[in-house]
Nanobody
């Protein structure tokens, strides 16, 4: 069984910075892509950023230039550095791993989510 454990998040004032971390655990051979999604109250889940095993990245339009995603393949971990935070960044942030190859098959787990609140 593959599990994702998120850490970071919390409360910050607008203009501030926060960092999120996520580590995948279990019998993992490779992970094709890892990323972050968010869901604000009353909205659907949206892409924040994703990074593939070769380092290619994709960002949601609303976070480009402010957020940076990085990855440590050896540790099966992904990180999100969030700068110049805005009130509208307030949401639950979810870690996702796509194409997780294990001895029992290929999975796409989600983390439990971590709250990020940006105050004005």
């Amino acid at each position: 069984q593959v599990q994702l454990a998120e850490s970071g998040g919390g409360l910050v004032q607008a203009g501030g910075s926060l960092g999120l971390s996520c580590v995948a655990s279990g019998s993992i051979f490779t992970i094709r892509a890892m990323g972050w999604y968010r869901q604000a109250r009353g909205n659907g889940r949206e892409l924040v950023a994703v990074i593939t095993s070769d380092g290619s990245t994709n960002y949601g339009d609303s976070v480009k230039g402010r957020f940076t995603i990085s990855r440590d393949n050896a540790r099966n971990s992904v990180y999100l550095q969030m700068n110049s935070l805005k009130v509208e960044d307030t949401a639950v942030y979810y870690c996702n791993a796509a194409g997780v190859v294990t001895p029992k098959g290929i999975f796409e787990p989600w983390g439990q989510g971590t709250q990020v609140t940006v105050s004005s």
